[in-house]
Each structure stands twice: as structure tokens, then as C-alpha cells.
């Protein structure tokens, strides 16, 4: 629309001067006859002859001159249609190159507006992915934080389990050695009790030998005193005297046969044993009959219980228990083994490692079934030494 404007001012600025120039050269034309008329006026007659003024006017050249300029102005007008009707024709394309200029600018627009929002929906979607990449970093540095605080626990935890089991292994060897030294003891008690068994079942030989003899001789005494009805009773009652005091001295041997033989089988006791056991034995067959009629109240089990105390004692092998005691329920069987064992009262802890110890021990055969009916069930107070 400016450039059309801008035709049109030119195009005035145009026709003003050519009609200026066409009215300049119509005037000089005119001065232009003017001047030779009058230089044909001076030239004619005598040089005395008065001259008189005169204009001599061409028609024809006027009029020539006349149809000259409307030649001239039709051929400007023509012109200046034919500008116009160009100028028309230029501001119309032009018109038309500004509409399809502003179509393709608009088009420009929209596609600009276009790119500015895709770039914006860019813009948002890098902000987004941004946004997220951010959040993944912080998730991996959580993960991250989280890890080493993991390796920083596993660490500490290792140390502590590090720490643990020296602990454990100095407590171990503690125990190791407390059961070492508690197992020399327990084979100083086993030998010491074995050498008062064999002082035991030497004295006992001895009394029965010296029974034998007393009772020999106390019979010889009474068979020459008494008349003959009175040598029999006398007879008898040294007879029964006699029985008496073989049962009671096979009892006794039968005891420390037991005991030796249970410590020798333990610990590896002289082969002695076996043979005193016997001699024990063919006493105890001797008096076997008393013994039987004297019934359970009398049976002295003592000894016995002795021994199945110092079987528990060579097992247990824990420390720390001294001046404690333990109350344990034993069922035993005829041939001596353990069938079952349970704490009845006294310490917790004594108890529950009396009962592994008593469950390890090699308990020896009861010497008659009347100690052994007497300490099937019985309870026996355990503390350790």
C-alpha cells in the first residue's frame, strides 16, 4: 500500500512538469514569431523611407504549432492514461503481491506461532524430562545413600559377628580348659576312689577271713561244752552265725567288687578286680538266702549311689558350680543303664548340665537286686567337686 502511494505521487509530480514544459515551449514559440516578423519588417524598403510597425502572424504555423501541442497533450493524456491504467494495473498486482505477501506472511505467522508453541511443548517436554532425569538422580543418590548406609550396617554387623566369635572361641577355650581341668579331677577322684575301693575290698577279705575263723573257733569251743542235743543246736547256731556273717562280709565284698570294677571299666583299673569280683560273688551265692529275708529296709546303697555319682561327676566337665547341688530322679535298669533322668530341685543351671553329664555317664551294674530295687527310682543329690 506504501509503494502504490508512492506511484501515485510520482506519477502527479510527472504531469505537473510535463505541463509545465508544454506551456514554456508554447510561449517561446510564440516570442519566437514575434522576433521574425519583426527582423522581416526591418529589412524591406528604402533607407529613407519611414518604417511603419507591424506583427505578421502564421496562421499556419500557429495553427501547426497549435495542433503540435494538442498532439503533444493528447499524446500525454494517452500517455498518462496508459501510466495510469500501468500504474493501476501495477498497484492492483501489487495489491495482489501485497495480499498473497500478507497470506504468506500470515501463513509465516502460523507457521511461527505454530513453531513457537511446538517450541514451547518442547520447551515443557525437556522441562519434564528434566524434571524427571532430576528426580531419577535424586532417586539414585537416595539409592545410593541407601546402599552405603547398607555396606556401613553390614560393616558394623560384621565386625560386631567379627568380635562375637572371638568371644565366643575365648569362651570356648575357657570352657575347653575348665572341662580339661575338671577332667584331670575327675580322673584324680576316679584313681583315689579306686585305691579306697581296693583298700575297702582288701579289709573286707580280711574280715571275712577273720569271721571264718572266729566262728570256727567259736563252734570247736561250743561242740566240746555241750552235751550232745545241745552240740547240735550249738552246731546250728554257729552254722547260722556263721551264714550270717558270710552274707554280710560277701555283701560288703560284693560292694567294693562293684565299685572297683565299674572305676577299672572307666579308667583302665588293674585286671585284679575280675578275680576279687568273683570271690565277692561266691560269697554273696554263699549268703544269699539271708540276705534275702532281711528284706529291702535293711540294704545299705551308699556305696552304690557313690558310684553312680562319680560316673556323672567323670562326664560333667562344667565349672563355676561349687557349694551347688542338684536333686536328680534317676530310672535305672537292672544292668544298669540310665533310662531316664529328671531335675526334681536345686540350681537351674547345675541341673540342666548334670542331666547332659548323667545321659553321658557309663553307670555300673547295681551289686544285688536288693540295692537295685532300692535305687531304681531313687533321687540322688548331685554336687559337683
Not at 218 to 228: L, T, Y
Request: aromatic content about 2%; charged content about 30%; some cysteine.
Amino acid at each position: 500500500m506504501v509503494k502504490a502511494t508512492e506511484q501515485n505521487d510520482k506519477l502527479n509530480r510527472s504531469v505537473i512538469v510535463s505541463v509545465v514544459l508544454h506551456i514554456l515551449l508554447i510561449a517561446l514559440l510564440i516570442w519566437g514569431s514575434l522576433y521574425e516578423n519583426t527582423e522581416m519588417s526591418s529589412a524591406g524598403g528604402g533607407g529613407d523611407g519611414s518604417v511603419v510597425g507591424a506583427v505578421m502572424v502564421d496562421p499556419g504555423a500557429v495553427v501547426e504549432q497549435y495542433n503540435r501541442q494538442q498532439q503533444q497533450s493528447s499524446d500525454a493524456q494517452r500517455a498518462e492514461k496508459q501510466r495510469q491504467k500501468k500504474a493501476e494495473q501495477q498497484a492492483e498486482e501489487l495489491q495482489q503481491k501485497q495480499a498473497a505477501e500478507q497470506q504468506r506472511l500470515k501463513e509465516l505467522e502460523q507457521e511461527r506461532l505454530a513453531a513457537q508453541e511446538k517450541a514451547v511443548q518442547d520447551a515443557k517436554a525437556q522441562a519434564e524430562q528434566q524434571k524427571k532425569a532430576a528426580e531419577q538422580q535424586q532417586q539414585a543418590a537416595e539409592l545410593q545413600k541407601a546402599a552405603e548406609a547398607a555396606a556401613a550396617k553390614a560393616k558394623e554387623q560384621q565386625k560386631a559377628a567379627e568380635q562375637a566369635a572371638a568371644k565366643a572361641k575365648a569362651e570356648a577355650d575357657k570352657i575347653a580348659k575348665a572341662q580339661a581341668d575338671a577332667q584331670k579331677k575327675a580322673e584324680a577322684e576316679a584313681k583315689k576312689e579306686a585305691a579306697a575301693a581296693a583298700a575297702a575290698k582288701k579289709q573286707a577279705e580280711e574280715a571275712k577271713k577273720e569271721a571264718a575263723a572266729a566262728a570256727e573257733q567259736k563252734a570247736a569251743e561250743a561242740a566240746e561244752k555241750k552235751a550232745a542235743a545241745e552240740k547240735a543246736a550249738a552246731a546250728k547256731k554257729a552254722a547260722d552265725a556263721k551264714k550270717k556273717a558270710a552274707a554280710e562280709a560277701a555283701k560288703q565284698s560284693a560292694v567294693a567288687d562293684d565299685l572297683f570294677g565299674s572305676l577299672a571299666d572307666g579308667k583302665n583299673a588293674p585286671k585284679g578286680g575280675g578275680a576279687a569280683k568273683s570271690k565277692g560273688d561266691a560269697a554273696k551265692a554263699k549268703g544269699e538266702g539271708n540276705a534275702k529275708t532281711a528284706g529291702e529296709s535293711g540294704v545299705d546303697s551308699s556305696a552304690y549311689e557313690s558310684q553312680i555319682k562319680a560316673a556323672i561327676q567323670s562326664k560333667f566337665y562344667a565349672s563355676g558350680f561349687e557349694g551347688k547341688t542338684c536333686d536328680l530322679r534317676i530310672k535305672l535298669e537292672s544292668d544298669g543303664f540310665l533310662s531316664k533322668v529328671e531335675a526334681v530341685g536345686g540350681d537351674p543351671a547345675l541341673c540342666q548340665a548334670a542331666i547332659a553329664a548323667a545321659n553321658q555317664a557309663r553307670i555300673p551294674k547295681p551289686p544285688s537286686d536288693a540295692v537295685y530295687q532300692k535305687v531304681k527310682n531313687a533321687i540322688i543329690v548331685f554336687n559337683p567337686k
